[in-house]
């Protein structure tokens, strides 16, 4: 099992707590999101309180990730927001299913790497790559974020069928997933 790192998920408040609140991902992975009193929140781009994060609510949120639990650095709100399900649809997300394979098929530029090499990232460019991932294929849990030989970057989803890698390039665009 692989160790806690910097990532983050996509969705819409289920419900909430004193403590944090739960999300689901456009393809219903269910996610329990612990707040701190360091956790920042932003409503679109401006900054925002904890009480803005109420259920039915489209939120990023950014933190260290354990499973399908973030303590979260960051919440934004999306206002108007659908929680990444136009996005996940647009990419063509395959939802967890058990015992089903994972299509072998890649879109966009795949830069030349070997899976398990890079050097596993925190803190602001984790997340600002996770952001950039989220953005476009949303539907999963980014667990992990790896600096590439290139510069590049790969971001390691799960809790879906497809695409777990997804390449962020040294601007923080979305270059293609696999």
Request: net charge neutral; charged share 15%.
């Amino acid at each position: 099992m692989a160790e806690p790192s910097a990532g983050g998920a996509t969705g819409i408040v289920d419900t909430t707590s004193t403590s944090g609140f739960t999300i689901s991902t456009a393809t219903g992975v269910k996610v329990t999101v612990a707040e701190a009193s360091s956790t920042t929140y932003k409503k679109g781009t401006h900054r925002a309180s904890e009480s803005a994060v109420k259920k039915g609510v489209s939120v990023l949120v950014l933190g260290t990730v354990d499973s399908a639990n973030v303590a979260a650095t960051q919440v934004v709100v999306q206002p108007g927001g659908d929680g990444g399900a136009a996005a996940a649809k647009a990419a063509g997300v395959v939802p967890f299913e058990q015992g089903t394979p994972s299509p072998a098929k890649s879109v966009g530029e795949i830069p030349d790497y070997t899976e398990g090499e890079g050097t596993i990232l925190a803190g602001t460019t984790a997340y600002k790559a996770t952001k950039a991932a989220q953005a476009i294929v949303p539907g999963g849990v980014a667990n992990r974020v790896v600096k590439l030989s290139g510069g590049e970057y790969e971001v390691h989803n799960v809790g879906v069928n497809w695409p777990h890698h997804i390449f962020v390039s040294k601007d923080f665009k979305v270059l293609g997933y696999e």
